[in-house]
């Protein structure tokens, strides 16, 4: 299903529950059964502050070609928190998640969103204006954060969901305060789900801030998307500068400003990603998860799995084992 959707500034929420017909509860927008589960709701706080929050799976692909007509004036950005909800459904084992990940962009670029068919979207999105950002982070003496406080050209950042951000993300789907007091309650969760996303930039360093056409994040979302797909074979600088589109050193330069880490280092903290995951949900051994992503010595991929996670593979794989034991049995 293809949907052409013009944001005029309030968001796409409405308008997307009307394309695909779902029903409005209160604050609340039910997917219908037919095209899946789960729901989409939100606030927001006039044209300083707004956020979405989805927790659903879809039964088809989606993809939205989404228009912005911003109003005079307004210079939104905009945080996106993936993969910060546990599944929606323990039991639907076919359904794939989200990488959880942070990005930041400026609301003005008009782009496309898939939404894959089976695939369980638990996020928070967060539009705030700039003028908004400088008040609340305008005093923060940082060159990453200046950058997004202050670049008038087109930009994305992206960074990682930490165990922070989960925690006060859980409250957005368990809110422990009275219906009365949800609105203010929801404003102080995006503001500290903010503070935690600046706190995580200013580890990164700085590097020169290059504007980026919307062409040029395309390209270096290509690059990402393709070190995701090959997780056994180190990148190809020579193949990733053709399917870039793009001068070796440019590639380098703007993927670097973008995740805050060079191809390599990237490409090494994605197979961590996966190499935990196939410990915890496939419950694969070690030499199994080594061998899987492309290691031949598993003491090469210890020491690897150790400096991105901080324990040794088989330790974590025990730890894990042992508190959902513990867990169940409590």
């Not at 500034?9 to 997307?16: A, D, M, P």
């Not at 950002?133 to 994305?156: K, M, R, T, W």
């Not at 007091?181 to 590097?207: G, T």
């Not at 290691?295 to 794989?317: A, C, D």
Request: proline letters at 4%; a neutral charge; hydrophobic letters at 40%.
């Amino acid at each position: 299903m293809k949907i052409s959707i013009t944001d005029k500034g309030s968001g796409i929420t409405h308008e997307f529950a009307r394309a695909i017909g779902a029903t409005i509860r209160g604050r609340y927008i039910d997917i219908p059964k037919s095209k899946g589960a789960g729901y989409l709701t939100g606030f927001s706080w006039g044209r300083d502050i707004r956020v979405m929050v989805r927790n659903y799976y879809l039964k088809e692909d989606v993809f939205i070609e989404r228009t912005n007509e911003l109003a005079e004036g307004q210079d939104d950005i905009v945080f996106l928190l993936s993969g910060i909800f546990p599944p929606l459904i323990q039991s639907e084992t076919q359904l794939s998640t989200e990488q959880p990940n942070v990005l930041i962009c400026k609301h003005a670029i008009s782009s496309i969103i898939a939404m894959p068919l089976n695939t369980i979207f638990g996020s928070v999105t967060i539009a705030v204006s700039r003028k908004y950002l400088y008040q609340v982070f305008g005093e923060i003496q940082h060159p990453v954060v200046a950058s997004v406080l202050e670049v008038n050209n087109n930009f994305v950042f992206e960074t990682s969901i930490s165990a922070e951000m989960i925690k006060t993300a859980s409250e957005f789907l368990h809110q422990p305060v009275p219906e009365s007091m949800e609105s203010h309650f929801f404003k102080l969760k995006c503001e500290e789900l903010l503070c935690y996303i600046f706190a995580l930039l200013m580890q990164r360093e700085a590097v020169p801030i290059s504007a980026m056409h919307i062409d040029d994040i395309k390209a270096i979302y290509a690059v990402k998307f393709r070190l995701q797909s090959q997780l056994s074979e180190p990148p190809d600088i020579a193949a990733l500068t053709i399917e870039a589109g793009m001068s070796a050193p440019k590639m380098r330069k703007l993927f670097k400003q973008a995740f805050g880490k060079g191809i390599f280092e990237y490409y090494q903290s994605l197979r961590m990603q996966e190499a935990e995951r196939l410990l915890k949900e496939k419950r694969l051994t070690v030499s199994e998860v080594g061998y899987e992503l492309g290691f031949t010595n598993l003491s090469h991929f210890t020491r690897v799995f150790e400096q991105y996670i901080g324990m040794k593979p088989k330790k974590y794989s025990s730890t894990f084992i042992k508190n959902l034991k513990t867990t169940h049995e409590s």
